[in-house]
């Protein structure tokens, strides 16, 4: 059973950085996207981050392209969410998702209206002032 496990999150002011991971278990082999969302108090889920492991093609929102980077770790099965440069609007709860063969894109543009089927339980990311 696949299962992911997210940590990392915290309170830290803005312009700060944080490391957000995503430990994948379960999976049996390479062909998987992990994707970063998060969900902030009234706000909908936006899709932040995406990379296909196999390749490492990664994928980004224009509200953090430029602060934020995603990179695998192969050997532990661990996806990695560096936040750069934190806005208080980055403040939210983040959760990775892992699915199988499909297209980073389509995680991230809302427009595809695509999911992943296995998610994580939250991190959460306070940014003050």
């Known amino acids: 059973e696949v299962q992911l496990v997210e940590s990392g999150g915290g309170l830290v002011q803005a312009g700060g950085s944080l490391r957000l991971s995503c430990a994948a278990s379960?999976?049996?082999?390479?062909?998987?996207?992990i994707q970063w969302f998060r969900q902030a108090p009234g706000k909908e889920r936006e899709g932040v981050a995406c990379i296909s492991v196999n390749d490492d093609d990664t994928y980004y929102a224009d509200s953090v392209k430029g602060r934020f980077t995603i990179a695998s770790d192969k050997a532990k099965n661990t996806v990695d969410l560096y936040l750069n440069d934190l806005k208080p609007e980055d403040t939210a709860v983040y959760y990775c998702g892992l699915d199988f063969a499909g297209v980073c894109e389509s995680y991230i543009d809302s427009s595809y209206d695509v999911e992943p089927d296995y998610w994580g339980q939250g991190t959460q990311v306070t940014v003050s002032l």
């Open positions: 379960g999976v049996t082999f390479d062909d998987y996207q």
